[in-house]
């Protein structure tokens, strides 16, 4: 009996004792389900895109427009100074003219060109405008009488491409082929610029590279927009006014023939090549020449029997001797290159004067901003 009782408190006992594992088993299960479900609905913080604003920038680039690359610093690039100057408003210009008022030119330094001058644009001081055209290769110059209100607007437009307060010394450019653009403005101020290859660099950036042989040995050239804006206004400079004209002086120069042709014979009735080869020669030094002035009657018969030769080249022969000839014509106040001076426009020094003056209510002839890269609707014009 009393192990039975023993026996039967010792099953009690391990029952109690079962039972209370159970249910610590059991609390522990509960906890560790209550745990895993906290997990599943509570992540873990993480870095979340940021949506997109009006503010967003995107960082890729859009499947439909191209990438811009940047230019590197040591690609040749040119233009006018990023630092242009601000121009202030139009005034009322009251000034007294000079024989020469406005000038382009392209000025070869080529010892084997016959006319190393070439006037682009004159104004001058009694308000007559001359100005070279091309077109297929052919220049010729046209001319006309400016009234007051068509000088004004060209003077107020020069005004505001600011040329007339431009540094003469505003340019950085590389060595050049020798030939440089002269602009030249003597109105109620004056200034005056030569700079190498100017119509180059505006009609082609990037023709230096293939002159020099190397597209990157050289620093990109700085050009103030004030020259480059004056440059173009003269060359593209268009009036209905303007019209052919009849100069009365020629300029021929003789030089031995330096391209291949037939001779053609030198109309007697002219004057003799022999006289004008003779005239040419400078007299103090023979191994020189110079252009030889004809003018009037002499100048057209000679002008006239040139044109008539047609697409023969210009070789003449008089009497066995074979010459190569070259012709102008020569506007007012413009000497070729002689013995005694380099060519150019020599106005007197004193002779008669107009007073003009322009008010800023003309207004000017519209132009657009100063850039390096030629218009597109405009052909630029070969220097011959």
Request: proline fraction near 11%; glycine fraction near 4%; charged fraction near 15%.
């Amino acid at each position: 009996m009393i192990l039975y009782f023993i026996m039967i408190q010792s099953s009690q006992s391990d029952l109690l004792t079962f039972q209370r594992i159970w249910l610590v088993y059991f609390t522990i299960v509960l906890m560790v389900l209550a745990g895993c479900q906290t997990s599943a609905f509570t992540p873990t913080p993480t870095d979340s895109p940021t949506p997109l604003t009006s503010q967003t920038t995107l960082l890729w680039p859009s499947p439909t427009l191209p990438i811009a690359t940047p230019i590197s610093t040591s690609t040749p690039t040119s233009g006018p100074s990023p630092t242009s100057t601000s121009l202030p408003d139009l005034v009322p210009r009251f000034w007294q003219s000079r024989p020469i008022m406005v000038e382009a030119a392209h000025i070869d330094s080529d010892p084997l060109a016959p006319f190393s001058y070439t006037p682009l644009f004159v104004l001058y001081g009694d308000g007559w405008l001359v100005k070279r055209a091309c077109q297929d290769g052919e220049c010729r110059y046209l001319g006309s009488q400016l009234d007051p209100d068509t000088l004004c607007r060209l003077v107020n437009t020069i005004d505001r491409t600011g040329f007339l307060a431009a540094d003469p010394a505003a340019f950085t450019l590389p060595s050049g082929t020798g030939a440089t653009i002269r602009l030249s403005a003597q109105l109620y101020t004056e200034n005056n610029v030569q700079i190498p290859d100017l119509d180059r660099w505006i009609e082609n950036p990037n023709w230096y590279g293939a002159f020099a042989g190397c597209l990157n040995c050289f620093q990109p050239p700085q050009i103030d927009p004030a020259f480059i804006d004056l440059f173009r206004l003269l060359t593209y400079y268009t009036d209905p006014s303007l019209a052919g004209f009849q100069a009365n002086r020629l300029a021929v120069w003789l030089t031995q023939p330096v391209i291949a042709g037939f001779p053609q014979d030198w109309d007697p009735d002219l004057v003799p090549l022999s006289e004008l080869a003779d005239r040419s020669t400078c007299p103090d030094d023979p191994a020189r020449s110079q252009a030889v002035i004809l003018e009037d009657t002499a100048a057209r018969a000679v002008s006239s029997f040139l044109t008539s030769s047609g697409e023969s080249v210009p070789i003449f022969s008089e009497n066995g001797r074979v010459w190569q000839v070259h012709s102008r014509w020569l506007l007012p106040y413009e000497m070729p290159q002689t013995c005694e001076r380099e060519p150019g426009l020599y106005p007197p020094h004193e002779g008669a004067t107009q007073n003009w003056q322009c008010a800023p209510n003309m207004g000017s002839i519209p132009t657009s901003t100063a850039t390096i890269t030629p218009t597109p609707s405009v052909t630029p014009t070969p220097l011959r």
